[in-house]
């Protein structure tokens, strides 16, 4: 028996102890995250709303070591997204549940609102890049954020969407 395989092994008898306690922190963890996101939402529109764009865009002293921190939180997100699938799939198979062939309809509609939302956004930047006078690029407000050293919202946020693309795409097989 493999390492990963006992540490799966521990885990499922970890879980099927304190199945309402994991459960229970499941259903918290779901709630944080949309209180998160609807929070961090509203930073993202009032930051949009109040940036003076064309002054950040003129200073060049922002730091590179932002962008590689920024990266490291995503992929540990990624990492823990797929430890977070993990408990999640233990906790289905000790409640004995199967998960379903097709997600729910909520589900598919949230991923594909995602990313038809990540599509224009990118066409949106492309455009904007494009087109060099009117309208910056989102990339110039993500500069000013971390010019204004705004980078703890960035990170949760980088860190959620890592989470989310990690369990979204590395989700335990059976």
């Keep these: 028996m493999t390492a990963l395989t006992r540490s799966k092994v521990r885990l499922t008898k970890a879980v099927e102890g304190n199945l309402e306690r ?3 922190l499941e259903l918290i963890g779901h709630g944080v995250a949309i209180v998160l996101t609807v929070g961090l939402g509203y930073l993202a529109i009032r930051g949009v709303l109040t940036a003076d764009s ?3 865009d003129a200073q060049r ?3 590179t070591w932002n962008g590689v921190g920024l990266a490291a939180v995503t ?3 990624f990492v823990c997204g797929r430890l977070i699938g ?3 799939s233990r906790i289905r198979d000790a409640n004995g549940v199967e998960p379903p062939v097709t997600p729910s309809l ?3 509609t ?3 609102a995602f990313l038809l939302l990540s599509a224009a956004l990118l066409g949106y930047e492309t455009w904007s890049m494009g087109h060099s006078g009117g309208v910056p690029p989102i990339t110039t407000y993500v500069r000013c954020a971390a010019l204004f050293g705004n980078s703890i919202p960035a990170a949760v946020a980088t860190f959620q969407i890592g989470v989310m693309v990690g369990n979204w795409l590395w989700y335990p097989t059976r």
């Design 106 to 108: 909520w589900l598919q």
């Design 54 to 56: 064309k002054w950040c």
């Design 86 to 88: 993990e408990v999640r």
């Design 75 to 77: 992929l540990l997100g």
């Design 110 to 112: 949230a991923f594909a």
């Design 61 to 63: 002293d922002v730091p």
């Design 22 to 24: 994991f459960h229970t």
